[in-house]
Structures are given as C-alpha cells and as structure tokens.
C-alpha cells in the first residue's frame, strides 16, 4: 500500500510538472482554468455525463471528471516548503479544479490528510500536518466548497509516502493528500 | 461495519505476546567509574539451579548505568560466596573497589531464597546484605532490585534497574502494510510485551505515576483519540475523540488528570481532562501550534512547544493557564519538553546545525547542553531518577533506542532486532 502510494505521489508529482511546463504564464493561466472548471462544474451540476476539458492539454473525457488523468482533478496531492504551511502558488490551480468540482458537486466529501516529514518531534509534525489541511481547507472554502464537505485529519510524520532519509523522500511526505 | 471489524482487530491484538529482545551495546565508555566486581553467585542444595544467572544480570545493569566498570569473570582469581571466603588483597590486587558476592538457596518447588553481600574491599568490611526470598519467575526482577541496592549504597541516589520502558514500533508486513505496536519492557530491554497492535498509527504512549496504566494516541478508525490502558489488565477507556487532533497525553503528578492537545477548536491547544469528573478546561488559547504539554513534578505549571513566535519553542505555563513565558532561546527549533523527576532540569528536542538532537536545559541558570550526536533524534524522556534519558535515534534508516547520561559522557544504544523502534517512555519506580 506504502509503496503504491509513493509510487502514485511520483507519478502525480511527475504529471504536475508536465502540467506546469506546458501552462500559459501564470496569472493568464489561473484565470483560464478557473473558467473552463467552472464551466464543467455547472455542466455536472445539470446532471449528465459531462465532458471536461483539461487545463492544458484539452482532451476530452466522458465519464467521472474524478476519474479524468488529464484532468487538474487528478492532482491528489499538493506538497509543502519545510516547516510550513502556506499553499505554494503553483499548486492553486489545483485547489480551484478541486473546489469547483465540490462545489458543483454538494455531496462529495473530501478528505483532507495533511503530513510531515520525520524531522523534529512527532506531536508538532501532527500539528504542523493539520495546519496544512486547513490551509487547503480555508482556499477551498473561499471557492464556495461548504464545511461539510472537507474532513480534515493530520497523520504528522506517522504515514510516510517515501522511506529514504533523503531531501527528495522528505519533500514527498511534506503533504496534504486530497482523499475523495 | 468496518470500524467496528477494525476495532475488533485492536481489541483482540491486545495482549498478545510479540517477544522481540532489545539488546543493548554500549558505545562509549566513562572514565572515573567505579571498579566492581560481582562473582558468580553460589548454589546451595539440591534440584535443578535456576536458569537466570543473577551476577551476570547484575554486572550488565552496573555496567550499562556508565557510573561502574565492571571486571571480567575470567580475571577473577577464586569465586567466593560470602564474605567469609573472600581475600581481599586479591580484590585489592585487581584494583577492585568493591565485591558482590552470594548465594542462592532452593526453599521448595521453584522458589528460592537469595543472600547477597556488597563489600568494602580497602576496608575489608560488609557495606550491606540482603536475604531475599524469590520465585523461579521473578529472578531477573530480583537481580534488579539487587543492582538497585548496590547503586544507592554506593552512590547515594536510587537505581532505577526495576524499571521499565513503553515504546512504539512499526514492522512492515510481507504484504506491505505496517503493523503499529505498543510495547512494554524491561529498563534492560527483556521481557518485551506488546500491549496494543494497530495497522493505524499509534503515538505517544506515557506511563501513569503509579505505574499501572498508559496513555497513547492510537488512530485507530482514521482518526486520532487519546486512550488509557491498564498495562497489566489490558483494560481500556477512550479518553478522547473529539473532531481533529487528539494527542500529546501528559499524567499529572497525582494521576488524577491528562494534560493533552485538542484541536477542536480550530487549532492546537493544550487542555486539562480531569479523569474524575471528566471535566475539560482549556489552558491555552492560540492561533499558533501548542502541542506537547508536561507537567513539572509539583503539579503547579506545564511545559509545552509553541510556534507563537514564528518557530517551535518551549513555553512554561501555570496548570490554571494564563499567560505563558518562553523557555528556551538557543537555537530555532525547540520542541517536546518534559522535566527531570526533581524539576530542575528540562529535556526537549533541539536543532542543533541542522540535526534535531536531544538538549538539557538548567531551569536555574537558563544553561542548554546537547547530550546527543545523531541526525533524528527524538522523544526524549528521563529514567525516574534522573540519572539518565532515553531516546529515539536512527541506526541507518532503522529508529533504535538509546540512552545518555544527564551530563552527556555515557551513550548506549538498545536495539530492537526488527522493525522501527521509537518514542519510548521511562517509566516510574515501581510502587
């Protein structure tokens, strides 16, 4: 399970970077995105079997939007700088494609596992996980996702997703996994 | 339904001996201690002799403390069994300072009665000697009483051989999932006992003062709640499973109450639960991180990690809460403070040039010592004597226990043979 999750965190992490190197310039980008998910958004509202388009790559999907891999929707996991818990700008696009999808759809519930890595004590890194959570949590409520939707649950340093003492394995389990 | 399968799982674990021994290796020696040699004790009558050799598990308890250097059996001259036979130039040759010498006595079907000596070997004269009646299971616990004797007498401060230490570990499974044990052993790491498996997450185990329950954080269900255990009933009360962080458990010196860290209220916060009443009170209230409450041995106030100045730091605050005062300002990261048993002391985490390494901190003067020299350690928590602290480390990429000396000159690790060993509590002298 461990090593299906690390090997899933480098694939989304791999993908987040093809997506970022064929992005628009950032602000023009964000502003797309924001629109094109909620177009989407409403389209599923409507109930049909909805065809969305992916941020950057346009291919069309028929099916569940949760299921789509070009989708923004397939970034399941968002990492953090070291110590700290301020979503990185390059991850907000994700967090859009994210809210717009809860909040277009009222009864999907996500969860919201916030972790650490292994340095320093364990009980902080379970406060330092939460705090990660929620600043997901608090963007995603400013995009319209109601309370209810989020549950947020921090596992500090207790659930690695990358074994090796090395800078690269503890940059992966600095993270908030996005659990639907 | 699947909870309910899960905590079925947890409840049946419970109480399952899972025997995997630490062994301990000293990795440094100290100069200026005592010379003492403990002979081979006799045996006196018939029946099989007991199958615990008491000397050697005395000789391993002094020796593994730093303040004895032990002699070697194979240097000792003649083997005497009481005062009586002892030649003391021989000793005195050795440069032995002091001898044990004794004897066991079969009294029945597997109980025993064991007469040992601590002598004075310039002087030639008897320091002490007990006559202890004992049962073919309790031999090891004997022998620690009689290391515990001989410390005090010759050192003035009780021994804390009797003792024994709670920790977690994680083993990964053939299958690829972990299974989380809370263990309890022997302050010399015999005589493991796994008292809780989880395939969830379990943390912070911490030993009432009288000895009999723990507390932990177990995650079982997906989410986090505090628990109290009975260590030799395997009884068990959810304490805690309020929405968020539930974790941080802390005993107060009475037992009477739980200091721990709640984050119902949108961040963490330290609170007291009164076990008596089942009463809440909130002690701190602050949007920053306040996480890993410990109480000073008088009861009046709490330490605990903070990041309300932008980094993790100690702060101290009164048990009826009100305004905090920060502890420590060297070095920028500071975190998991507890006291030393006469709360003169505090030792906590600290970020030494880029290593997280385990500190003591002189509360009088303000004074901050590093004891410890690897690159993760952890969870640092004081013998009940306060002779020493034991701790988590990383051997490889493997977490180890080890053990250092209040004033830093003695190192030693106890190393589980499998799995990730971590987070180990010192537990009270027994009662």
Redo the contacts between chains.
């Keep these: 399970?461990?090593?299906?999750l690390s090997m899933s965190a480098t694939i989304i992490l791999s993908l987040l970077l093809m997506i970022g190197c064929s992005s628009t310039p950032t602000t023009e980008g964000g502003a797309e995105v924001s629109e094109q998910s909620t177009g989407a958004g409403s389209e599923m509202a409507a109930g049909s079997e909805a065809s969305t388009s992916a941020a950057s790559q346009g291919e069309a999907w028929y099916g569940d939007p949760l299921e789509n891999p070009n989708s923004l929707l397939a970034t399941r996991v968002i990492y953090f700088d070291y110590?700290q818990s301020v979503v990185r700008s390059d991850y907000l696009e994700v967090i859009q494609a994210h809210a717009d999808y809860l909040a277009a759809n009222p009864q999907a519930v996500v969860r919201l596992e916030g972790h650490a890595d292994?340095?320093?004590?364990?009980?902080?890194n379970?406060?330092?996980g939460?705090?990660r959570a929620?600043s997901v949590r608090s963007l995603m409520m400013a995009q319209g996702v109601a309370d209810n939707q989020m549950v947020?649950?921090?596992?500090?340093e207790?659930?690695p997703a990358a074994?090796?003492?090395t800078d690269e394995a503890m940059a992966l389990n600095r993270r908030v996994e996005l659990v639907y | 339904m699947k909870k309910i399968v899960l905590m079925l799982l947890v409840f049946l674990a419970c109480h399952s001996m899972v025997k995997a021994e630490l062994t301990i290796e000293i990795t440094e020696g100290v100069e200026g201690a005592l010379p003492i040699a403990v002979v081979p004790f006799g045996w006196k009558g018939g029946g099989l002799q007991p199958v615990v050799d008491l000397a050697e598990v005395i000789d391993a308890d002094l020796q593994r403390s730093g303040r004895f250097k032990t002699i070697p059996r194979t240097d000792m001259l003649s083997r005497p069994t009481t005062d009586r036979e002892v030649e003391f130039k021989d000793w005195r040759a050795l440069g032995v300072e002091n001898l044990v010498v004794g004897h066991v006595e079969s009294t029945g079907a597997g109980t025993y009665q064991i007469q040992f000596q601590l002598l004075d070997v310039f002087r030639g004269q008897q320091l002490t000697g007990y006559s202890i009646p004992t049962t073919v299971s309790n031999l090891r616990s004997t022998a620690h009483r009689i290391a515990d004797i001989i410390y005090e007498n010759l050192l003035g401060i009780p021994g804390a051989f009797s003792t024994r230490v709670a920790y977690i570990t994680s083993t990964?499974l053939a299958d690829?999932?972990?299974r989380i044990g809370l263990n309890v052993a022997d302050a010399d790491g015999h005589n493991p006992e796994t008292i809780v498996t989880s395939s969830e997450?379990l943390?912070?185990p911490a030993w009432s003062p009288d000895g009999m329950k723990i507390a932990y954080v177990s995650?079982e269900g997906?989410?986090?709640g505090v628990y109290v255990q009975g260590v030799y009933t395997g009884k068990r009360q959810k304490v805690t499973a309020f929405k968020?962080?539930n974790?941080?458990p802390s005993w107060s010196p009475d037992g009477s109450k739980l200091a721990l860290?709640l984050?119902k209220g949108g961040?963490?916060d330290i609170y007291i639960y009164d076990m008596r009443n089942r009463k809440l009170q909130q002690i701190t209230r602050h949007y920053a991180?306040d996480?890993?409450p410990a109480w000073s041995p008088d009861g009046k106030s709490l330490v605990f990690?903070s990041?309300r100045g932008g980094?993790?730091q100690i702060y101290q605050v009164s048990a009826f809460g009100g305004k905090a005062q920060r502890v420590t300002f060297e070095n920028s990261?500071n975190?998991?403070a507890s006291f030393s048993p006469d709360g003169k002391l505090l030792t906590f985490?600290t970020?030494d040039e880029g290593n997280?390494r385990i500190a003591v901190q002189d509360l009088q003067t303000g004074v901050m010592q590093v004891l410890s020299q690897g690159?993760?350690d952890?969870?640092p928590s004081f013998a009940p004597n306060g002779s020493m602290i034991i701790y988590a480390t990383?051997a490889g990429?493997r977490g180890v226990l080890a053990a250092v000396s209040v004033d830093g000159r003695v190192r030693q690790r106890l190393a589980l043979q499998e799995g990730d060993v971590?987070?180990p509590d010192w537990s009270p002298f027994k009662k």
Excluded at chain 1, 1 to 4: E, H, L, N, P, R
Excluded at chain 1, 118 to 124: A, D, N, T, V
Excluded at chain 1, 152 to 156: A, E, F, I, R
């Design positions: 399970m461990k090593k299906v110590d292994e340095r320093g004590s364990r009980e902080y379970l406060g330092l939460e705090n929620n947020v649950v921090s596992y500090g207790e659930r074994f090796e003492n | 990964r690829g999932k972990n997450p943390m912070s995650f997906g989410q986090s968020g962080i974790g941080a860290t984050s961040n963490p991180i996480t890993e990690t990041d980094r993790p990261y975190a998991r985490v970020q997280y690159r993760l952890e969870s990383k990429r971590r987070e």
